[in-house]
């Protein structure tokens, strides 16, 4: 594995810090689902309080970076150009009902282009990282998208709402960082949707392209509302022909 950046270090300790709240909050839910107020204001406390950790952090290391954050909105700092964008909690549902499958995604865009990025799975201790030019790791490990060109072959992934049924293979995992992530690793063999938080996927975008895969143009300065496609560059075209309507 190549070295990683000062930048990189920072953020998967931020994620790690950030996680240890998590991992002992996502403990309590189990008894919180049983009470009448329910977990909801818990697990919104829980997202404010890694939040505010993954941002401390990443202050204290450098702090004129400007900041996007789902919790915190947009903080423009001295430095315009270096933004972190931070989701403490993507699959806040899942938390909510106490199903391990949810992730910290943090990821750096520099000069309206996203140059490092990690989605860290606390449960599973699953890290996945990329920096521009460097290549695509999960624990250390090289990545790669799969390899698979036969639709039938394959498995995607989605979320959020569908206007027309798609005839592919597919699953719905409620967290769209590791969706993105499991397409960079070759577990999923691609990802699509609509209507997404430029937080849900800022980490995952360039993981996905430092493992070889294809993702549409996104405008990175837009927050809301985006469309994705990711897959691998074998499938991609394929994958596009049956999404027509979505």
Not at 27 to 34: C, D, M, P, S
Not at 202 to 207: H, S, T
């Amino acid at each position: 594995m190549k070295s990683i950046s000062p930048n990189l270090n920072v953020m998967i300790k931020a994620s790690e810090k950030a996680s240890k709240i998590l991992i002992r909050d996502f403990g309590e839910i189990e008894k919180l689902q049983v009470s009448k107020k329910g977990p909801s204001d818990f697990v919104t406390n829980s997202d404010i309080k890694a939040e505010k950790i993954i941002i401390d952090e990443l202050k204290k290391a450098r702090p004129n970076y400007s900041i996007i954050s789902e919790e915190n909105g947009t903080e423009k700092n001295n430095d315009k150009k270096n933004t972190w964008i931070i989701d403490p909690i993507d699959g806040t549902v899942n938390f909510l009902h106490g199903i391990p499958h949810f992730a910290i995604s943090i990821a750096l865009k520099s000069n309206d282009e996203i140059v490092s990025g990690l989605i860290f799975d606390p449960i599973k201790n699953e890290l996945f990282f990329a920096e521009k030019d460097n290549g695509a790791f999960f624990n250390n490990h090289r990545i790669k998208v799969s390899k698979k060109n036969e639709l039938n072959n394959c498995l995607f992934v989605t979320g959020g709402k569908i206007k027309s049924e798609p005839d592919l293979p597919y699953r719905k995992s409620g967290c769209a960082a590791l969706d993105m992530a499991y397409v960079a690793a070759g577990r999923y063999d691609g990802y699509f949707q609509n209507n997404l938080n430029l937080w849900d996927i800022a980490a995952g975008i360039i993981i996905v392209k430092e493992a070889g895969g294809m993702i549409n143009k996104i405008d990175l300065s837009e927050n809301k509302n985006i469309k994705i496609i990711a897959s691998s560059t074998d499938i991609n075209s394929k994958l596009i022909a049956k999404l027509t309507n979505f």
